[in-house]
């Protein structure tokens, strides 16, 4: 079996809060609660940021969710007090660090938050004490990290909403069950 396949059958391991290694985490349950959230993210990363605005109901994540997949950072005037989540697998694109710098030299810097594999972007957010949801990328192609990146962004978000709903599914999907009908798909 080739490890593309394996990486398939092994998904429902990514679906747990204890996927990430958490870092900074207390700087969110300092502040004043968010009343939004703006990911950026580009690709298999970006798609987290779909995962969240899409789930948003079932994962009981009541603020707007805006997403940036672009250089810069987006205007996020309607809201008073976001905060912004940077997602990146290899910690090393281009417009996710173009935009996490920028936020970085904001005078009034608002809520950051990181999620990512490694990187410039986790030495910047270690560096600069942002809190961090890091994820082990070994063996994986973005696309195929989405359950690791999405509970990494959870595991984050439940600091900052504690009533967000992140079950643990790693027991309750099986792949393996479906390996049949997906070849023959």
Sequence with gaps: MNTYSKNILN?????????????????????????ALVITGMGGSG??????????????LR?????????????????RNPLYLFISFSGNTQETLHGF???????????VAVVSGG???TKLAQG???????????GLVPRQANGLLLYASLGILKTVWPNIQAPDLSKKIKPVKF????LNI
């Design 63 to 79: 603020v707007p969710v805006l997403l940036w997949k672009d250089f810069d950072l987006p205007n996020a005037s309607f809201a």
């Design 11 to 35: 998904f429902h391991n990514q679906l747990s809060l204890k996927v990430g290694k958490f870092e900074n985490l207390s700087t969110l349950k300092k502040s004043r609660r968010p009343d």
């Design 128 to 138: 600069f004490k942002i809190p961090l949801g890091a994820i082990s990328t070994t």
């Design 119 to 121: 990187g410039k972007l």
């Design 101 to 111: 710098r920028k936020i970085l030299q904001k005078k009034n810097r608002p809520l």
């Design 47 to 60: 798609m987290v940021g779909n995962l969240l605005q899409n789930l948003a109901e079932f994962f009981k």
């Design 179 to 182: 390996s049949r009908l997906g």
